[in-house]
């Protein structure tokens, strides 16, 4: 990877605001000595209002009532124009969707929770190794440990959580 | 003229004392200052742990293959938050630190050696442990801890 390439990920994960504050403040650093990276970093802001008013724009059309009048009817009972299948669902069955998010909730709620747990113990929060590449051996309670490979990436083979000297 | 002249003292006090406070408050802000240890292994392919190595090659031991272990050297660092510590690496590079949020356990620590850039949450006795620069036919290992 080019220092321009480098450049262009850094400035699109500042604009995502994917970085950590030491990462922030050098692209603020490089924005206040680079015009280009000013512009580019301007392009992607207009380009993310772009995408937002396309996603605002593009109502999703209701095909609902031409589906009702497609449908065979039964005598007396006549679907609603709108609302969507909801309408012909019974009563006890509407409270389903309900019980399933707020099992869905429940687990997620026990996994963050548990896994905020084992996160506590790890220090890493933003590494960059630039065109080397870099293995987090461990992170626990004990300690850190990264290995920086050489760019030859002898260090450690792929899949070992190991360095080799 | 006598109301004036009584108001105006207690008015200055109240100025000095605003004043007093907030130097108090910028001061105490500015001067959340950590005690670092920097120590730098020579990690070899053959040789023996040496005396002093021994606590850092029950971290190593499991997680590099490595036969010599020694300390080159270890240095200490009072550094206060957003300042940088730096210690000068045998092969000519720097490692350079800064505390960047007093905040939560420890410091997060931003942290500069070559092309390696990152932030660490760092308790204090919990080292952080940088190999993979190439010297001397091993590796040096950059040992950084929070004492205090």
Avoid at chain 1, 112 to 135: I, K
Avoid at chain 2, 22 to 41: I, K, N
Avoid at chain 2, 58 to 73: A, H, N, P
Avoid at chain 2, 107 to 115: F, Y
Wanted: contains cysteine.
């Amino acid at each position: 990877m080019n220092d321009q390439q480098r450049r262009r990920e850094l400035l699109h994960a500042y604009h995502d605001d994917e970085l950590g504050p030491l990462g922030r403040w050098r692209v603020r650093r490089l924005l206040a000595r680079d015009p280009a990276s000013r512009e580019e970093l301007a392009r992607l802001g207009t380009l993310g209002d772009l995408l937002r008013e396309s996603e605002a724009s593009a109502e999703t059309p209701d095909l609902w009532p031409g589906i009702v009048a497609q449908l065979p009817h039964r005598d007396g009972v006549a679907l609603p124009a709108t609302g969507g299948a909801e309408g012909g669902m019974a009563p006890w069955l509407r409270w389903v969707p309900a019980g399933v998010a707020a099992a869905a909730l429940a687990v997620v709620l026990a996994v963050g929770l548990g896994e905020g747990d084992a996160s506590d113990a790890r220090s890493l929060r933003w590494l960059d190794a630039g065109s080397r590449s870099a293995s987090v051996l461990q992170d626990d309670q004990e300690a850190t440990i990264i290995w920086i490979m050489d760019a030859k990436g002898e260090q450690t083979s792929r899949g070992r959580d190991r360095a080799l000297i | 003229m006598r109301s004036s002249r009584a108001c105006c003292p207690g008015g200055l006090a109240r100025l000095a004392l605003a004043l007093g406070w907030l130097v108090a408050v910028s001061a105490s802000a500015q001067e959340t200052s950590f005690d670092f240890r920097v120590t730098v292994l020579h990690a070899t392919s053959g040789g023996a742990v040496r005396d002093g190595a021994q606590r850092f090659d029950r971290l190593l031991r499991k997680r590099v293959s490595y036969r010599g272990l020694r300390i080159v050297t270890s240095q200490e660092r009072t550094v206060g938050t957003n300042r940088i510590g730096s210690v000068e690496l045998p092969d000519g590079t720097r490692f350079r630190f800064r505390p960047i949020d007093p905040d939560g356990p420890g410091a997060l620590v931003a942290i500069d050696m070559g092309e390696t850039q990152g932030d660490f949450r760092l308790p204090a006795g919990k080292p952080l442990i940088l190999g993979g620069s190439g010297w001397k036919g091993g590796q040096l290992v950059v040992v950084l801890e929070l004492t205090r």
